[in-house]
Structure formats: structure tokens, C-alpha cells
């Protein structure tokens, strides 16, 4: 389809592209990315209007994955959405799993006990580190490395997968946080196990770095692409390491201090340029902090109950009222929005999810940019299609 | 960090006559939120971007809500005059009013600079009919371009100003809001063998002579209503 | 020197593929079907019913119809139908059973909320994967019969589990029969006065044992 642009094209950050004249205009070409595409992180589609290879349009078409995630929580109780909150980031079902209990015990006022808490840093963090280092072999993918890193952050995943089915039952769909702490309590075996995992994972990132950090053609087609501004990063409501990479040090683990994160000493990576090179190295060195939390956590974890003695299962009505609850994802911010009117079920039920809000962005990071650069971008800001549509 | 009740004072003297309110939480969670008339909602949400205390830089959440409306039935106290002339009884009467329903744009505002938060902004419609509209809160804030989108897509809200405002999870050609609590689903039938009595009844309604494979099982009832 | 980084990057992508031939941390395809990975205890997959008796699944059902399961599946999976009469469960006590027991495994996503609310341990996870058909509506609807598995089955798929569910069930057993015994006089000394010696069978080898 080729657009009639007589006006100057002005993109919504304000930055001016340089102005198409009548007699040009049939040179645009208008192509579709999407939605069945191999580099798109799901069903995505991206409606790219093109002048050579310069992107001069770029609008994100989604909703292919929609599945009416809010609605089924207005007719589901508050337990019963905690499985459907696995399927929102299905790459990080326990993170997901946790903002939605943090979420619900912020609004009935629960209390958590300690080893719950540490059981929950820990396998947050090592959802960290299996999204980390996977999303780098995505990007790279993208870049067109046809999948070999992608396979080696896979074969760790699996392991980090493997410790997933033996505590909770399932790789990823783990429904393992409850109200008031985790279903299962972990053995002693099981803590051994991740301790194995966290030694040897050092050794590991060593290797991925020395195949992709110093790599040249890497650099070359990550550095300075997608460049990204902190003051619009703030704006339009970027979180997470793309936020970090930016420039701007905000981590919902320091600042809202959730759960027992003020006990570990870790720190919080930033980026200079905000390129996609950045958004890459902040991610290797967020994994690398996660080692160290999940290090110091092992080592405290005590012993005591996995769930608080008097939260109930079934028949949980909360008094009338709302409670926001959000963590630092490993995508972004996660947050969940719950209203409830006294009933079983809530009246509304919200889903901030990181992926959706940080598409924000993604005309004006490719704008002049060339299609293999979008596709670039697109991987770095690391979306997953079941939290952007829910 | 200041109450919603020390902003509220603050708002009103920069902006005299404007209608702010603090929404009760009775909640454990004591999220209490501010209640801003559509009238002056961007100029608010300007002040408390750009005031030095606040400085609410990043509009985290935007949730749109539906409130339909209500029927309230209280217990009211009338006094009846004694035709004899002695002192007027007092009778307790049944009244039952109509709360009107409205659309809610919720929006969930922190501060980057300061790291506090979460400030709740509240901004309500007229009504659910005709007068859904709001002011577009995207150009002081540019998270709220794809979330109030949605809250259009699903709630109907139309919001002014915003620069894009279309349709984003549905189709273009929808013309309903499926997260409205009035919402009714398209009747689109796939035969289900579980043998819910509701199920049935719509296969009923889709299947005239069921073959032998897929016919009801003997456990259900045949022929259910 | 440019180029050093791709280098360095072959070397690595290079020492994967030597270590894949001798290292099994490097080489991690399990050649299904020929090999299988080994499932730990807690792998969910769908629900089964728990039958005290092998020999007897549909009499020996721990559910009780409650349908607790059935209101708290998320997805709403589960159809129970009540039976009119009442049988003995397995400490004797008369309870209903179900007469439809329904589990559509294409709706079933596994998320084990129906064991997590079951008080009665009558509805477990199973293990079970291989499970494809050819028609992905009859054959996936699973009935009573279906369900069905004896508690052998259940200590065999998770041992642990089965192990301390069987522990518990006996211990409530237990103090369900001292609290009968305890509020009914005991009948045999009644029967020892009233009826004459030679009717009265042999008592066993090593004399009467009464419970403490």
C-alpha cells in the first residue's frame, strides 16, 4: 500500500523527520511485519511505512493474543485467577505470580512469614537470570545468529527449569505463590540443588560474554541503534532494564523495597548511551547481580513455615476496596490493580504489564532506522506477546 | 510523602473552584485516592508533574473502570401526623433511589525523581451513555498514549485530546466494549462435550439432530432447558 | 585487532560443539522415545480419582461428591453429579458418591487447585503425558471410569505424597473407631452371661485381646 503524505511528518516525541514533497509520493512504501514472523516475540505486527530502507511510520498493530485475561478475573475468585496469571509473561510465571499475591495481601492486609519470603527472592531471581540470559539469545537471534546462543541460554534455562518442576510441579506454569506465602515448602535437596545451579551459572555467563560481549558484528549492529533519551524514558513510562539502560536508576527493589530485597546488598546496573548495546550489557550485568541475591539468600534462608497459618484457602472475600501492588519484574513492572466489592470475586481486576507500556516507544526509537534495525529494537525492548494482549 | 488530603489542599489553592475530593479505602491496603473533576484534570495532573515536591513524573497505571448503577434501598424515617392530634408517629419507610453508573479512568502516578508514591488520580464521566468523556491525560504523561487507548477500546471512554485515539486489542470494525459489565457475548457455538445443562442448551439451539458420535452422553439430561 | 572478539566467540561456539561429543553437560538431547528424562515426584499433569480398591475402582471411591472441586476449578472442567443413595466409605461411615464424574482435559489446565481444596484426598494429579488422539472432542472428555486409579497407582506415582496421605487417613481412621469404641458398652460381656458355654465359639490361641 503506498501512502499520499503531503504534510511533514511529525512523530509524537516531536522529533521531525524530513518532510515528504508531493511529487514524491508514491515512494513510500507501506510493508506489514507481522503478525506471522519469526523475529516478532509472538503474534505481533508492525505496519512499517518505508522510504528505501528508512523508516519513516512505524505503528504497532496487536490484540492477536487477547484473551480477555481482565474479564475471566471479574468471573473467577481471587485463588482461582492465580493460575491464569502464569499465562500473562509465560517466560516468567513466578514473578507474575507474585505481584498478583502481593497485590492480593496488600488488599486483605496478609502477612507473609519469613522463609516464604526468601523462597519467593530466590526464585524471582532466578527468573531473572533464565529471562536475562534468554532474552540476549533472542536478541541475537534477531541479529541473525539463527539460534546458537539462543540454544546455550536455553540449555541453562532448562536447568533452572528442571528446579521449577520439582518444587511446584510444572516448568511454566508453576500456580506456586499462594496468599500468604508459597504452596509447597522446598527440602533441603531442593535448596542444595539451586545452590549447584548458582555456583556453576558464574562460569557460564563468563562463556556467553566471550562469545557475544566483544563479538565486532555485534557491535556494529547494536551500538547506537534505538537510542533512547531518560527524560522520555520517564515519560512515557519505560521500566525495567530498558529504563536502567537509559540512564534513569530506578528499581522497584530499591525503591518500594518489597518483600525482604532491603536485606540484600546488590546494585543496580546502569546504561550511558541507551542503545540496544546497553539494554544487552545491563541485562548480562542484572544476571550477574542476581547471582550475588540469590548467593546471599541461600545462605540466610531460615526455617519456619511456607505459609502463614491463617490464611485460608477457599472463601476469601476482602472488605470493599482497592489495593495496587506491583514488583520488579524481570521485564519491567508488573503490577496488579484489584477492586473488590466484598464478593468472591473482584469487581475489577487490572494488569499494569511491562511489555505493553514500554511499546510506547518503538516508533520513535526506529524512526530512521532501517528494517533489520527494527527488528533489532524490537527484540531488546523484550516484549512477550501474553502480557502485552493479556 | 503528603496525604491525599495535604495534596487536595494544595490543588485547591492553585486552582480555586475546582472539584477535588478524597475517595475512602476502607481496605487494609489504605490506598486512598483523589477524586478530580473532568473540568480542570489536565491542568491538575500538570500541577502535580511539574510541582517541586511531588514531581509525579511517571504515570504508572491507567485502568478504566465500570460502575454501573445501583439500586439503593435505605431505611428512611418519616414523621406521619396523627389525625387524632396527638404527637406524630414515626415510621420507618423503604426508599429506593438510583445511584447513577459512570465509567472511571483510574490512573496510578509515582515519582521517578523522588521515589515516592503511588498518588491515585480518579477522573469519572457523566454517565455510561452519551457523555463518556474525558480529558486525554498523554500530553503531560506519554505512558498514558497506549493504556488510555485501551481503556477507549474496552470501556468506551472517549478521551479528548489524546493524539491517536483508535482501537488497540480489538478490531477496528468492533463497535461494542467488552469489559463494560453489560457486555453480552456473540453467540458463536463450538460443540463442548462437557455436559454443563447450559451448554446444552445453547448445542440445542445449534445442533437440530445430533449424530450418533456426538450425540449427549447418558449422563446428561436430554433435552435440557 | 579487529576481529579478536569474533574470534574469542568461535572458540567458545567451538568448545561446544568438541564438548558436546564427550561431556553431557554440553550434550543435552534425550533421544525420545527410545530415552526418557525421568519426572520428578511433584510433575503435575491432569487429575485422577482415587479408588481404595483395584479390584473395585467405582465402589471404592474416596470422593464424596462434594463438589468443592467442580466450584474452585478456574476453568470449570470438572461436572459432578450426585448419587441418590449412599454407600460405605472405607471407615464405614455411609456417604454419597458420585454417579457423574466429568473431567474435560482439553478445557483442564492443570493447575491442581482441585487437589489443593479436595478434604477428602479423593482427587490427585497424575503423571500421565502421552495421551494424543485423532478426535479432540470425545476422547478427551474423561468419565468416572477413566478416572479412576487405585491407590497402588498413587504410591507408586508419588510415593511421598501417597505416603503421608495414607498415614493421616489411618490416623483418622484410628480415632474415628476409639471414639466409636469408647461410646458403646462393650457387648461381649452381655453375650458371656446370657448365653450357655457350648455355643460360644473357641476363643483364639493366647485368650481375648480387648483394646486399652
Redesign the interface.
Known amino acids: 500500500m503506498i501512502e499520499n503524505l503531503s504534510s511533514p511528518l511529525v512523530s ?2 516531536g522529533a521531525r523527520v524530513r518532510p515528504v514533497q508531493d511529487a514524491f509520493h508514491g515512494d513510500l512504501l507501506e510493508v506489514s511485519m507481522g503478525p506471522h514472523h519469526p523475529s516478532t516475540h509472538g503474534v505481533f505486527r508492525m505496519m512499517v511505512t518505508l522510504d528505501g530502507e528508512a523508516i519513516v511510520r512505524l505503528k504497532p498493530v ?2 492477536y493474543l ?1 484473551r ?1 485475561h ?2 475471566l478475573g471479574e468471573n473467577t475468585t481471587y485463588l482461582g485467577s492465580m493460575p491464569y496469571t502464569d499465562r500473562l509473561d509465560y517466560l516468567n510465571s513466578m514473578t507474575n505470580n507474585w505481584a498478583y499475591a502481593l497485590a492480593v495481601e ?4 496478609q502477612p507473609v512469614p519469613e522463609r516464604a519470603e526468601y523462597v519467593r527472592v530466590i526464585l524471582a531471581e532466578l527468573t531473572r537470570l533464565q529471562n536475562h540470559t534468554c532474552l540476549a539469545g533472542f536478541l541475537m537471534q534477531d541479529c541473525g545468529c539463527s539460534g546458537t546462543p539462543l540454544m546455550y541460554a536455553f540449555r541453562e534455562r532448562e536447568r533452572i527449569l528442571d528446579l521449577f518442576e520439582s518444587l511446584s510441579g510444572s516448568r511454566m506454569m508453576c500456580n506456586y505463590q499462594r496468599f500468604g506465602g508459597c504452596r509447597v515448602d522446598p527440602g533441603p535437596e531442593w535448596l542444595d540443588a539451586v545452590r549447584g545451579l548458582v555456583e556453576g551459572y558464574g562460569a557460564f555467563l563468563d562463556e556467553y560474554e566471550a562469545l557475544l560481549t566483544g563479538n565486532e558484528i555485534v557491535m556494529a549492529r547494536t551500538q547506537g541503534v534505538g537510542r533512547l533519551k531518560p527524560d ?1 524514558a ?6 525495567g532494564p530498558m529504563l536502567r539502560a537509559a540512564g ?1 536508576p ?1 528499581d522497584i527493589r530499591k ?1 518500594d523495597g518489597y518483600g525482604i530485597y532491603p536485606r540484600f546488598s546488590f546494585r543496580v546496573p546502569l546504561g550511558d548511551h541507551g542503545d540496544t548495546y546497553d539494554r544487552y550489557m545491563i541485562r548480562v550485568l542484572e544476571a550477574r547481580e542476581s547471582i550475588s541475591i540469590l548467593r546471599q539468600a541461600l545462605k540466610d534462608i531460615p526455617a519456619g513455615p511456607i505459609i502463614d497459618p491463617k490464611s485460608r484457602l477457599r472463601g476469601l472475600r ?7 501492588g ?1 514488583i520488579e519484574g524481570p521485564k519491567g ?1 508488573i ?1 496488579f ?1 484489584l ?2 466489592d466484598g464478593g468472591p470475586n473482584p ?2 481486576y ?1 494488569v ?1 504489564a511491562p511489555s ?2 514500554n ?3 518503538l516508533e520513535d526509537l526506529c524512526l530512521g532506522h532501517t528494517v533489520a534495525d527494527a527488528v533489532v529494537i524490537l527484540g531488546s525492548i523484550d516484549i512477550v506477546l501474553g502480557e502485552v ?1 493479556r | 510523602m503528603e496525604s491525599p488530603e495535604q495534596i487536595r489542599e494544595r490543588i485547591l489553592a492553585g486552582f480555586p473552584g475546582a472539584e477535588v475530593t478524597v475517595a475512602a ?5 489504605d ?1 486512598r485516592s483523589l477524586v478530580v473533576g473532568a473540568a480542570n484534570g489536565r491542568e491538575i495532573a500538570r500541577f502535580l508533574r511539574d510541582d517541586e515536591v511531588l514531581k509525579l ?5 491507567v ?1 478504566g ?2 460502575w454501573p448503577e445501583k439500586e439503593i434501598i435505605e431505611a428512611v424515617r418519616v414523621e406521619l401526623p396523627d389525625p387524632s392530634g396527638g404527637p406524630p408517629k414515626i415510621v420507618e419507610k423503604k426508599v429506593k433511589r438510583v445511584q447513577p453508573g459512570c465509567l472511571e479512568a ?1 490512573y ?1 502516578l509515582y515519582s ?1 525523581a523522588r ?1 515516592i508514591g ?1 498518588v ?1 488520580l480518579r477522573m469519572r464521566t457523566a454517565n455510561r451513555g452519551d457523555r463518556v468523556t474525558l480529558p486525554s491525560l498523554t500530553p503531560i ?7 488510555e487507548r ?1 481503556v477507549f477500546d ?1 470501556f468506551g471512554i472517549v478521551f479528548e485530546g489524546h ?2 485515539l483508535r482501537r ?4 477496528d470494525e468492533l463497535k461494542d466494549h ?2 463494560r459489565k453489560d457486555y453480552v457475548a456473540p453467540d458463536d457455538f463450538e ?6 445443562d447450559a451448554v446444552l442448551a445453547r448445542a440445542a439451539r445449534h445442533f437440530q439432530d445430533p449424530t450418533p ?2 450425540a449427549p ?1 447418558s ?2 439430561k436430554e433435552g435440557a432447558p | 585487532m579487529l576481529g579478536t572478539g569474533i574470534l574469542k566467540g568461535l572458540a567458545v561456539t567451538a568448545k561446544n560443539l568438541a564438548g558436546s561429543f564427550h561431556d553431557p553437560g554440553r550434550f543435552v538431547t534425550t533421544q525420545y522415545p527410545e530415552q526418557r528424562s525421568v519426572l520428578p515426584e511433584n510433575y503435575r499433569n491432569f487429575p485422577f480419582l482415587v479408588a481404595e480398591d483395584d479390584k473395585d475402582p467405582m465402589g471404592t471411591l474416596r470422593c464424596v461428591a462434594c463438589q468443592i472441586c467442580e466450584k474452585e476449578c478456574p476453568p ?2 470438572i ?1 459432578i ?1 450426585k448419587s441418590r443413595d449412599k454407600k460405605p466409605d472405607a471407615a464405614g461411615k455411609m456417604q454419597l458418591y458420585p ?2 464424574f ?1 473431567i ?1 482435559i482439553s ?1 483442564c489446565m492443570s493447575c491442581q487447585i482441585c487437589v489443593e481444596v479436595c478434604p477428602f484426598d479423593a482427587i490427585k494429579m497424575d503423571q500421565e503425558f502421552e495421551i494424543a488422539t485423532d478426535n479432540r ?2 476422547p ?2 474423561r ?1 468416572r471410569e477413566q478416572l479412576a486409579r487405585s491407590n497402588r497407582y498413587f504410591q507408586q506415582v508419588h510415593p511421598t505424597e501417597a505416603a503421608e496421605v495414607d498415614a493421616r487417613l489411618a490416623a483418622a481412621r484410628r480415632a474415628a473407631e476409639e471414639k466409636a469404641a469408647a461410646k458403646a458398652p462393650p457387648p461381649a460381656r452381655q453375650e458371656v452371661q446370657t448365653k450357655p458355654a457350648t455355643e460360644r465359639p473357641d476363643p483364639p490361641a493366647g485368650g481375648i485381646k480387648t483394646e486399652a
Open positions: 509524537p516525541a496487536f490484540g487477547h480477555n481482565e474479564k496488600k488488599l486483605i492486609g522520555l520517564v515519560s512515557a513510562g519505560i521500566t534513569v530506578y525503591v476482602p472488605k470493599a476496596g482497592e489495593a495496587y506491583r513492572e503490577g490493580y477492586i473488590s469487581h475489577r487490572r499494569r505493553f507500556v511499546l510506547t516507544l494482549d | 479505602n476502607p481496605s487494609p491496603s490506598q513524573d511517571y504515570c504508572s497505571n485502568t473502570v465500570d483510574v496510578h521517578m521515589g503511588p491515585i504523561w506519554r505512558s498514558c498514549e497506549f493504556q485501551e474496552l493524539p491517536d488497540i486489542l480489538m478490531w467488552p469489559m460443540w463442548e462435550p462437557t455436559p454443563h458420535a456426538e452422553r449422563g446428561a | 470449570q472442567c461436572y453429579e454417579a457423574v466429568d474435560d478445557v472432542f470425545r478427551l472428555l468419565d
